[in-house]
Structures are given as C-alpha cells and as structure tokens.
C-alpha cells in the first residue's frame, strides 16, 4: 500500500530532510488518510459488516505509519516471496502466448508489464490478471477491465512511496504531493478471454496456484505453519561474557598496571 492511502510520513533514508520536519496537525496519520475517509464513509456500503472495533484499529495501525510487524522474530525464510521472479516470468510469457502484448506492451518495453497486485495469492481464482480480460460477472466474477488501446506506462497501479527507495537524502522539491490519477477507461472493453475455461486462463491459474502452494510452504512469520526463528533488535546491548558458577573476581596483580579478570 503507497504511503499516499494512508498519508503516511516516509522514514527512508533518503527522505531525511522531509521526513524530520514537523508537520501541522492533521497533515499526516488518520486525519488526512484517504483510506481513513474510506473506512469513516464505509466505502460505498462494501464494508457495511465492518465493526466499530475492527474500524478503530485500522485507524490506530494508519495513526502508527503503518508499521508491519510488532516482532523481532522471523523465519529462516525472511519475509521474500519464494521464486517471485520465476512467478512474474512464467505469467508474462502467458501474456504474451495470449495476445496480451498488443497492448501491454508499450512504449520502449520488449514485454508486458506487470504489477504485482495482479495476482492473488490468498484466492488465486480472484487474481485480477484473470478477471480483468473476462465479460464483466459470471461465475468467474470478471471485471471487463481490458481495453483495446495500448496501456499508458506512467500509469502503474502500483509504486513505491514518494519517487522510490532512495538512500542518498534528497532536497524537499523531490517529495512533492504526486496526484493520483484516476482509471482511464477509454477504448473499446474487450475479452480476451471467452470464459474460465480458456486455455490461457488455466495456464495462468496454475501458474499462481503453484505460486501460492510455494508461498505456504516457505512461510513468513506471520503466516500459518512458520516456525518461528527467535530474534532481537539490531540495536541490542552487547552481551556480556558469560559468568562461571562461582563467580567472578578482579585482582589487581602487583606487578601489573591494569585489572586482571578472572573467571
């Protein structure tokens, strides 16, 4: 999720000089959070079962900058999606098996691009790289998204907060407000897909399957069956040398200038 949603204050290294700035009041957090405008109008009636607890506390989370985990801990998987690259690969060479680079493909790209929120790999079947070229409905719940038309590259859905991961601090003219544009549905609609049973559609379906079974076998912390590698703050006090079960002593040897320890 963009820092935008939230209106979230980027910490990254590169942000230093507006980032440690202090902001004025509602500026940031819960008080100026699209998302928070989202939740308070309950989202166009898609969140009517949503309580007010449930509310409360992605209020609080947005109000904590939208902080992850609350752990040190980890697995011996770290937080990486398992053969991401491969994943990503395989489904844009389905694409373009498809026909799909005739429009994906634009401006000096050799191959389509992709956004990672295409895929879902909770309920593969929801993926939106399967519903967006499907009739809208139907049993496979299609979006109709698709236009004949080339897709506009400096339109990606999804980005990284203010301008990208920077580690050299940037001046402020780099952390201007970005708009956030609005879906462009010009173009013909078109299904490039007949239905759930398109060949291309099962190909990709396995391909995210396949992903997700990876993904539940290599899993976070914060995903069932992890085992869970105990871990500490970088920042840590140094440990000291262990004691002996009878203790320690400091002698002062007398022809020796400094302490001597003893186990």
């Known amino acids: 999720m963009a820092a935008y949603w939230i209106a ?6 590169g942000t230093a000089y507006w980032s440690t700035r202090i902001f004025p009041p509602r500026s940031h957090g819960s008080g100026a959070a699209p998302f928070a405008d989202l939740l308070a109008k309950g989202h166009e009636k898609r969140i009517a079962g949503l309580t007010r607890a449930e509310r409360d506390l992605i209020m609080a989370w947005i109000d904590t900058n939208g902080l992850y985990y609350g752990t040190w801990d980890t697995t011996e998987h770290g937080c990486t999606l398992a053969d991401w690259d491969a994943t990503r690969n395989q489904l844009i060479a389905e694409m373009q098996a498809a026909g799909c680079g005739h429009c994906h493909v634009a401006g000096e790209q050799t191959s389509p691009r ?31 998204s698709c236009r004949n038309r080339p897709v506009d590259p400096a339109r990606p859905r999804v980005r990284l907060p203010w301008n990208g991961y920077a580690h050299a601090v940037q001046p402020l003219e780099r952390f201007l407000t970005q708009p956030l544009a609005s879906s462009d ?34 899993p976070r912390v914060d995903m069932p069956g992890a085992r869970v590698v105990g871990g500490e703050c970088r920042t840590d006090v140094p ?9 320690a002593r400091l002698e002062q040897p007398a022809a020796a200038n400094s302490l001597k320890y003893s186990p």
Not at 114 to 130: A, C
């Open 8 to 13: 979230g204050i980027d910490c990254m290294n």
């Open 114 to 144: 992709f956004d990672s929120d295409w895929i879902n790999l909770e309920t593969p079947q929801w993926s939106r790289i399967l519903r967006a070229p499907l009739a809208p409905g139907g049993p496979a719940m299609g979006l109709g």
């Open 185 to 218: 549905t010009s173009g013909d609609a078109i299904a490039s897909f007949a239905s759930s049973e398109d060949s291309h559609y099962r190909t990709m379906l396995a391909i995210i399957d396949k992903a997700r079974e990876k993904a539940l076998s290599t």
């Open 239 to 247: 440990k000291l040398p262990p004691r002996s079960q009878n203790g």
